[in-house]
């Protein structure tokens, strides 16, 4: 009878469910102002957090582990919209399959119905004619938003939405230009005309198009805050985003995933592309400002971090050589988003990390007053540390 007892203990034990070992919550709960940050609720953080295991040959594998995360609960991607756009803008030349059409057409932007504008060269080229691959370029290497509105303008609304419904990204919607004033909800849904030349000559034409595309409205907190300006007036009222662009973050984290890890993703969530058009996104995806002669940004040349949040925050820091980051980033609105594959090539770790937060202290939007440096970036580079550990700390 004595050894009754040890033995029940021990049955009992195990018996008992067996917790799961969560590298994301350890790490976060090892840094106590990042603990302190993820458990406000006002900040709305949502992380997904997939670090990459590989076998003698080489093989990836991935196991995810997330915070927060609600697919249904929005929050404004900002130009994180701008990845989708750009896979969709590759994956619709290369299935037209014109002779002589590809991203590196010269492509013609008309305009048909005000307030839409026109583009006929692009300065920032040498041979000045805007291209799909050149607008992409802009958009991955510091996320420039008249280059996404001339590939939401090729597209046209009700494509990237359907497209991206077909895909299985079903909680994702891209519904307007940005950054542009004067385009109301009809005037997203119109698409400007659209010429592509091969040797001066028309080789692909599409005229203005009009959208008749309505997306679900099923999300939660779609209006947010006490109050928004407008012009010079103060509107005491939750400021509306239903027909503002949302990017579900496992959309994101996917696509991502995606133009790192084609194979991994099930063919119907894929998108139609050359390994060409792998090279060019993974290229300029890591692509700091200095190291671009085509467009240039000589403003930047010593801003590495320009649009790697993750890790680096808003520091004006040189970026090691062994830290390699492919992302796309977004803010406005008082949200910060990024999604990236993060590689250290001294120690060999990697993971996908995609995080999103929302730092508006006041409630007020568009006010301008957002505590992005102190609140948002801070959050970005300690997650980001955290994850890749202190072989670089930001600092």
Not at 188 to 207: G, K, Q, S
Request: a negative charge.
């Amino acid at each position: 009878m004595k050894y009754l007892l040890p033995i029940l203990l021990l049955f009992m034990i195990s018996c008992q469910p067996q917790q799961s070992y969560d590298p994301l919550e350890t790490m976060l709960r090892q840094d106590p102002i990042l603990w302190d940050m993820v458990n406000k609720p006002e900040y709305k953080i949502q992380i997904i957090y997939t670090p990459i295991e590989r076998d003698s040959a080489g093989n990836p594998t991935f196991a995810s582990y997330s915070y927060g995360v609600d697919a249904d609960r929005y929050y404004y991607p900002a130009s994180t919209v701008k990845l989708p756009a750009s896979l969709l803008a590759m994956e619709r030349i290369n299935q037209l399959d014109i002779p002589n059409l590809s991203i590196h057409s010269p492509m013609l932007t008309g305009a048909a119905t005000a307030p839409q504008t026109a583009v006929k060269e692009d300065s920032t080229k040498a041979d000045r004619l805007p291209t799909i691959a050149h607008y992409i370029k802009k958009i991955l290497i510091v996320s420039d938003n008249d280059a996404f509105n001339r590939l939401y303008e090729f597209l046209g609304q009700g494509y990237i939405n359907e497209k991206l419904q077909e895909k299985g990204f079903s909680r994702t919607r891209i519904l307007h230009r940005l950054a542009i004033s004067g385009f109301d909800t009809l005037g997203n849904r119109l698409a400007n005309p659209i010429t592509f030349l091969h040797e001066d000559e028309p080789v692909y034409e599409l005229p203005e198009r009009y959208s008749r595309f309505y997306p679900a409205w099923e999300l939660k907190e779609q209006e947010q805050g006490k109050g928004y300006t407008q012009g010079d007036s103060l509107i005491h009222e939750p400021f509306d985003f239903t027909y503002k662009n949302f990017f579900c973050l496992q959309d994101l984290h996917d696509m991502v995933k995606f133009v790192m890890f084609p194979a991994s993703m099930p063919e119907g969530k894929s998108f139609d592309l050359t390994e060409e058009d792998f090279a060019f996104l993974r290229r300029h995806m890591r692509m700091l400002p200095g190291e671009s002669e085509e467009p240039a940004y000589p403003d930047l040349k010593e801003w590495d971090s320009y649009c790697k949040f993750l890790v680096f925050g808003s520091r004006k820091k040189p970026i090691p050589e062994h830290i390699k980051i492919y992302n796309k980033i977004g803010i406005a609105y008082g949200f910060i988003t990024d999604g990236a594959y993060i590689i250290d090539e001294k120690t060999g770790k990697e993971c996908l990390l995609a995080a999103t937060i929302r730092v508006n202290e006041n409630e007020i939007y568009n006010d301008g007053e957002y505590e992005y440096d102190e609140v948002g970036f801070e959050f970005m580079r300690r997650l980001g540390v955290g994850v890749m550990g202190s072989a670089y700390d930001g600092e």
